[in-house]
């Protein structure tokens, strides 16, 4: 487990005493936070076996599957793709028959008031290389989202998130790789809302550390977008370690303290979050754990915008963080997380 620096630690008592007084006043606001939703794994699976093979080792979101979560208030799914299945080579067109896959689930999504987070599930490496490597440039990262940015350019109903958990290069490649894909998504004429995640595993609780290299908090404030239309995207879980591979999680105010800092990063430098992981056991502390940090984004609402649960779709089954239902019931979590959706019912 990383631990934060000493500024970290000075900036997360200042925040949580700030919020100590700001939540008081909060809890009376009953508007939900403008996108609720979901993960969908599958179609991020089995990168040992590209292209692989559709519905055997990975696997879009089913009609029903969108629909369950519809019915429970989500607005948004958080699509995640694989970068070598949408280009086959650096450079290469877009693959048509793999791009109708992920418009079909666009087009079921949007005929349930559903809006698709496209999220590039890749680590920031094609095959393994790097980008900003000799192997993978940020040219080419910028390519891949030019191409996409130009097919969805008129449906505002997709958001694009970047890149999922850059890690194992330099803050400042990260930070340079992203403008370059900002820039061009905006040149091919798309003003879609586009989220931007930090280096380090886009970890809100390392958002102040030097473990990855220069901080996100530092290098991630040089993010431009003409259209100002970015929102940062990060990721938390809550079990010892932070690393959402244990069931058991840390105490509720422990959990809450996690994405304090990144809060007040945010609000004091005028930029907008959405947590794009985070999930938990289903024990009555995790259970805990998950209403407190649901509430804290509610009510700090001037800075969150939403966030998308860790995970739904074909996937393990076991996994201890699935909300998928299990045999036509909800999963512990869900009575927890619909709490927040049913509100966005009422949006």
Not at 171 to 187: G, L
Not at 189 to 209: C, H, K, L, Q, T
């Amino acid at each position: 487990m990383v631990h934060h620096g000493k500024t970290a630690v000075m900036h997360a008592i200042v925040a949580l005493l700030t919020f100590c007084c700001h939540n008081a006043s909060a809890q009376q606001t009953i508007e939900p936070l403008p996108l609720i939703g979901v993960n969908f794994a599958g179609a991020s699976f089995g990168a040992e076996k590209l292209p692989g093979r559709i519905g055997w080792d990975y696997f879009y979101p089913d009609i029903a599957g969108i629909g369950y979560f519809a019915g429970k208030g989500a607005n948004v799914v958080r699509l995640c793709v694989l970068w070598e299945r949408l280009q086959t080579r650096l450079g290469s067109d877009l693959n048509e028959s793999e791009m109708k896959q992920i418009d079909a689930v666009i087009a079921e999504a949007h005929s349930k008031g559903i809006r698709v987070l496209l999220d590039i599930h890749n680590y920031a490496a094609f095959e393994g290389s790097r980008i900003g490597s000799d192997k993978v440039s940020v040219h080419d990262f910028a390519d891949l989202w030019r191409r996409i940015a130009a097919r969805y350019r008129d449906d505002h109903s997709v958001i694009f998130g970047l890149m999922n958990e850059p890690v194992k290069l330099a803050t400042e490649t990260w930070s340079d790789a992203a403008n370059a894909a900002i820039e061009a998504i905006r040149t091919a004429g798309a003003d879609n809302m586009i989220m931007v995640p930090g280096n380090g595993w886009s970890s809100a609780r390392d958002w102040f550390s030097s473990s990855y290299g220069s901080p996100n908090a530092a290098v991630m404030l040089r993010t431009r977008d003409p259209q100002n239309n970015f929102v940062y995207e990060v990721h938390q879980y809550f079990d010892p370690g932070a690393s959402g591979t244990h069931a058991n999680c840390i105490d509720a105010a422990s959990a809450t303290a996690t994405i304090a800092p990144f809060t007040e990063w945010a609000r004091q430098n005028g930029h907008k979050a959405f947590l794009g992981e985070f999930g938990a056991g289903a024990d009555s502390n995790c259970l805990e754990a998950l209403q407190r940090v649901l509430q804290f984004m509610q009510d700090n609402r001037d800075v969150w915008i939403g966030w998308t649960y860790w995970a739904a779709g074909p996937w393990a089954k076991d996994y201890f963080t699935n909300i998928e239902p299990d045999g036509g019931a909800d999963r512990p979590q869900m009575a927890v997380l619909e709490k927040f959706m049913a509100a966005g019912r009422r949006n």
